[in-house]
């Protein structure tokens, strides 16, 4: 079966301290990836999707950036983090050409 | 953009069915409708999806009306564990668009059943 693993569950970061979090994703090859944010109080929003290594999409201008060095590995980073980079960040993916995405438990950033 | 509107919020009884509605009156030919929930500080739940016909599953029953405008989600047996926020999402990705299985959610509605 299939399962996705996100690290850390929650975070505490200065502000302009540099980020990365991981995603993995486990018994399935080639799947699209994504990562979501959820400011307090929000919905969710898309910040980068990925269809393949090497490839990434970015949905909004931001101070994050991302990347898929493997198939199954999504990585979420910033040099600097700003108090606006808050939130819960959520991994995902789906089988290429559906809808029907799994989520990750989500790691909960706070930059102070 | 959300392409959906749902009501803010719902109250349900342990026990009984909660029907959640969605308006979708700008949907196209080839988009399906999805149902997700999240579950307070934890990853939306994929539920359900239709394109047109009716649509049941362990967890809800999904009801499309004719004109495809509006559906209505139904958690047949409320428990106090299906207390959420469920978001209803259009999306094109099962028929081949080039939406990549993007999700754009909305502020959903957040279900709240007591006892």
């Known amino acids: 079966s299939q399962t996705i693993h996100q690290w850390p569950a929650t975070l505490v970061q200065p502000v302009g301290s540099p980020l990365s979090l991981e995603c993995t994703v486990e018994g399935t090859s080639n799947p699209n990836l994504y990562w979501y944010r959820q400011a307090a109080g929000r919905g969710l929003q898309l910040l980068f999707y990925s269809v393949g290594i090497g490839q990434i999409s970015s949905e909004v201008p931001q101070n994050l950036s991302a990347s898929r060095p493997q198939d199954r590995q999504f990585i979420l980073s910033s040099k600097k983090l700003l108090l606006s980079d808050s939130g819960f960040y959520l991994c995902?993916?789906?089988?290429?050409?559906?809808?029907?995405?799994?989520f990750g438990q989500g790691t909960r950033l706070t930059v102070v | 953009d959300a392409k959906t509107t749902q009501p803010p919020s719902m109250d349900c009884a342990e026990g009984r069915a909660a029907n959640l509605p969605c308006n979708h009156s700008?949907?196209?030919?080839?988009?399906?409708v999805y149902w997700y929930r999240q579950i307070h500080s934890q990853g939306p739940q994929y539920i359900i999806h239709?394109?047109?016909n009716n649509e049941t599953n362990e967890m809800a029953s999904l009801i499309i009306t004719e004109d495809r405008k509006s559906s209505t989600l139904i958690l047949p047996h409320a428990t106090l564990r299906d207390t959420a926020v469920y978001y209803c999402i259009v999306s094109d990705a099962n028929a081949g668009g080039t939406s990549y299985g993007k999700l754009t959610f909305g502020q959903g509605t957040i279900l709240t059943v007591h006892p």
């Open positions: 239709g394109l047109k």
């Open positions: 700008t949907i196209s030919g080839n988009e399906y």
């Open positions: 995902a993916w789906s089988v290429q050409g559906w809808t029907e995405a799994f």
